[in-house]
């Protein structure tokens, strides 16, 4: 089995927690088998991007980012530190919530490497987004009588940014497990700030689309929605907030089951991943994906 998994994040100088969910569904799906090798690669941590090829011995690798939603990173920074020259944004054939995969020769290794979309806008990432719904509420059943916010960035810079937030809002609306489910912002409007305008819910999950825990997370999102003064007094879980009580979930990314998504990405591109695909929703305590 000749098949190596190479898994693209953003990492952080400042942030030592940033990298923690990549090593992380890293070493999940390590444990699998699926992959005769599994590495982790960085934009501002090591091991860097430019170099995480020369580190796989396969032949075959595939690559998966880490990122929330297609663009600048996924389209430009990530093909061009892999040396993916044969790469055009084109070859995913996405309106910004669809790529799938494109297979290239790493011009340095030559190497084949099965480029896929970024983990974020997967329709399996419905299905963590719920799931971190359960673990923050610690109820399976959370649902009923109960509104989710899927709180994203947001900026105008990438507009691909809101529709990942957008998207992934309106696949779990339409599961109609949740009473009201709505896509908010920190940068754009609606604003989470005002997350309590928008729900009618007594019970509020709020569950943001980052991939790490850190400044905005932990810092901003607490204090912009109220749960606190100062992030570092803490918060409750739930918070009451305007009558409201707030569940809020901390970062999607670090939620076990992500690990799915990476290797729902591979399994798209050709690997052979079924069986560790039903060994990482077991796991996690998931039921089988949205649509099956």
């Known amino acids: 089995m000749d098949q190596a998994l190479v898994i693209a994040a953003h990492g952080s100088h400042l942030n030592a927690e940033s990298s923690s969910p990549t090593f992380a569904h890293a070493d999940t799906i390590r444990a699998t088998g699926a992959f005769s090798e599994v590495r982790e690669s960085f934009w501002k941590e090591e091991p860097h991007f430019r170099e995480a090829l020369r580190t796989v011995d396969a032949e075959e690798v595939y690559l998966v980012p880490l990122f929330i939603s297609e663009g600048y990173f996924t389209e430009q920074v990530i093909p061009r530190e892999f040396r993916l020259d044969e790469w055009d944004p084109e070859l995913w054939d996405s309106d910004g919530t669809s790529a799938d995969f494109a297979t290239l020769t790493a011009d340095d290794t030559g190497q084949t490497v099965h480029y896929c979309g970024p983990v974020g806008t997967h329709d399996s990432m419905s299905d963590v987004i719920v799931q971190r719904a359960k673990s923050v509420t610690d109820d399976p059943d959370v649902g009923e009588g109960v509104g989710l916010a899927v709180v994203g960035h947001g900026t105008e810079r990438n507009e691909n940014s809101a529709k990942a937030i957008e998207y992934h809002a309106d696949r779990i609306a339409e599961m109609d497990r949740f009473d009201e489910v ?111």
């Not at 709020?206 to 100062?230: K, N, R, S, W």
């Not at 879980?237 to 591979?266: N, Q």
């Not at 929703?281 to 994906?289: Q, V």
């Open 182 to 292: 709505k896509a908010l912002f920190m940068d754009e409007d609606p604003e989470v700030d005002d997350v309590t305008d928008f729900f009618e819910s007594d019970d509020i999950v709020v569950v943001p689309l980052f991939i790490a825990d850190g400044y905005h997370t932990q810092e901003d999102i607490p204090e912009d929605m109220g749960l606190c003064e100062d992030y570092r007094d803490g918060w409750g879980v739930p918070e009451t907030v305007d009558g409201h009580d707030i569940w809020y979930a901390g970062a999607v990314g670090t939620e076990p089951l992500m690990a799915d998504v990476v290797l729902e990405r591979a399994a798209e591109a050709g690997a052979d991943v079924s069986a560790a695909i039903e060994q990482v929703r077991g796991e996690s305590g998931a039921g089988p994906a949205a649509g099956d």
